[in-house]
């Protein structure tokens, strides 16, 4: 009977290594983004982003924020539901200043003075439960790049 050795093919080899490595890199950072956002499903890539409470829309503000006028609330623009998901939560990230979510623009009927978060240091939350449709715009009184808008629909 005839015997036949077989090398590796180094190609092959190769591309399997580079595949492995994608993988891992993959898993790594959704990890990474899990241990980031653990309450979210996908923040801040989409204008629009929801927990695994169906009913809560995050809005993180980001580390950084206060020192860099390139970033923003994240996301800056929503849309919600009312019924659906139009419960609105806000996460401070950012330990270098403190921020607010201040409205400034509200629906017919709506005190803009009534919603505002005071003072939030890294850590904080506020929520707020929208119940008029239309568009509300919020900022933070301290750093004048930081705008918001929220549009509530039926």
Do not use: R
Not at 16 to 29: C, D, K, N, R, Y
Not at 66 to 72: C, D, K, V
């Amino acid at each position: 009977m005839a015997t036949f050795e077989t090398k590796p093919n180094s190609k092959v080899l190769t591309a399997l290594v580079v595949v492995g490595v994608v993988i891992v890199i993959s898993v790594a950072t959704v990890l990474v983004h899990q241990l980031q956002f653990p309450a979210t499903s996908s923040l801040p890539s989409s204008t629009q982003t929801t927990s695994t409470n169906s009913h809560v829309v995050y809005v993180i503000i980001p580390n950084g924020v206060g020192n860099n006028p390139s970033l923003n609330y994240q996301p800056s623009t929503i849309t919600v539901v009312i019924g659906v998901n139009n419960t609105i939560e806000w996460i401070d990230q950012d330990p270098t200043a403190p921020h607010t979510v201040t409205f400034s623009s509200v629906p017919t009927g709506v005190d803009a003075k009534a919603i505002s978060s005071g003072n939030l240091v890294q850590g904080d939350t506020f929520t707020v439960n929208l119940t008029v449709p239309g568009t509300y715009e919020y900022y933070c009184i301290y750093h004048s790049w930081m705008k918001g808008t929220i549009i509530v629909k039926s």
